[in-house]
């Protein structure tokens, strides 16, 4: 209830779209351009979201020993949360990372195999994946909520057909991005350990590096188009 026993209006569709976007992480710069290594978390985000993965990979490589590249790959994890702590710096990024760490350390314990350390994130992929073609197929691309807002169109792109299609595209190249790291890493887990270090290594390159191409990518093909006024 609100104030004098009106009834709390229920937030609109903007409202809500402003607070997805807002809560998504992408950034621009001053002039407009979007801020890749900002949106993809900044240095040390990128270092909190790489350094676990590649200690686990190279320990096990190394020692052959689950539990302890797990271990260390979770110890490591810790230390971003704890460095977070420190420096009194947001904590979402690092514990999230925790989180993560922690369910594929557990999946490889628990089935006694290092591949399945990153079956996770190909249920993670999996999710976005079906998130973003939901959203396609409703008319509200999750790139025209995330690019809308940072260039405050809103939500006012939808009644426009060439912005809507514009950001239709934006959001399938994200699509895109997310089924190839599927395409290419799937194959390597079904092999198993021989597709160990391979599938570690496409988890590195097909990881931050190939978001943030898709993410300037989406960005330049949504960009509104320069009147000849504005020339």
Not at 211 to 230: D, H, I, K, M, N
């Amino acid at each position: 209830m609100g104030t004098e026993g009106q009834p709390r209006e229920e937030p609109t569709a903007a409202e809500l779209a402003a607070a997805y976007a807002a809560k998504a992480g992408v950034h621009r710069h001053d002039d407009g351009r979007i801020d890749v290594l900002k949106s993809a978390g900044g240095v040390r985000g990128v270092l909190e979201s790489v350094v676990p993965g590649v200690v686990f990979l190279v320990a096990f490589t190394v020692l052959r020993d689950l539990v302890l590249s797990t271990v260390f790959s979770l110890v490591v994890a810790a230390v971003f949360v704890v460095a977070r702590l420190v420096t009194r710096t947001p904590l979402t990024q690092a514990f999230a990372g925790v989180v993560g760490i922690a369910v594929s350390a557990a999946l490889a314990l628990f089935t006694g195999k290092a591949e399945n350390f990153y079956v996770s994130g190909f249920l993670t992929n999996a999710v976005y994946i079906l998130a973003l073609v939901i959203s396609i197929a409703v008319r509200w691309p999750l790139m025209g909520v995330v690019f809308g807002f940072l260039r405050s169109e809103g939500v006012h792109w939808r009644q426009d057909a060439q912005r809507s299609r514009q950001y239709r595209i934006g959001t399938w190249i994200m699509v895109a991005v997310l089924a190839l790291r599927l395409v290419v890493e799937v194959p390597l887990y079904l092999m198993g350990d021989p597709g160990l270090v391979a599938l570690g290594t496409m988890r590195l390159i097909l990881g931050v590096p190939l978001y943030a191409l898709g993410l300037w990518l989406a960005w330049l093909v949504t960009r509104p188009a320069v009147s000849a006024a504005e020339r």
